[in-house]
Structure formats: C-alpha cells, structure tokens
C-alpha cells in the first residue's frame, strides 16, 4: 500500500511525527525517534521527509 506524507506532519532534528495518508482517506501517525531505526536508515527517511515537504512548499508557493 502507498501511502503519502500528510499536511501537518512534524520533522524535528530528534523526531518525526508523520501524518500519513492512503488512497481510501485513512489517516495514520506514525511517530519515529532516531534510536528506533539504524543511523543510516534515520538519515534517509529524515532527509526524504524533508525533501517531500520542501517539494510541497514550492509547488504551494508557485500557485
């Protein structure tokens, strides 16, 4: 299942609070603290989070 990141979801240096959502509506939080997963993983997914929201930041702006 594909899900997508949401409006509303946290990206902090220490913890991501993801809003995530699927294609039938449901909404799920999913929260990740950087000792819960592998450094390498920590990065990757901290990094693409912040690369989807500064996507949506930029597509908003040019509206």
Not at 14 to 33: A, E, S
Not at 50 to 63: G, H, N, P, V
């Amino acid at each position: 299942m594909a899900l997508r990141l949401l409006e509303g979801s946290t990206i902090w240096p220490g913890l991501l609070m993801l809003r995530l959502g699927d294609g039938d509506g449901k909404v799920r939080l999913v929260t990740v603290l950087p000792d819960s997963v592998t450094g390498a993983d920590w990065r990757a997914l901290s990094l693409a989070c912040r690369a989807i929201a500064a996507r949506a930041e930029i597509k908003t702006r040019t509206l």
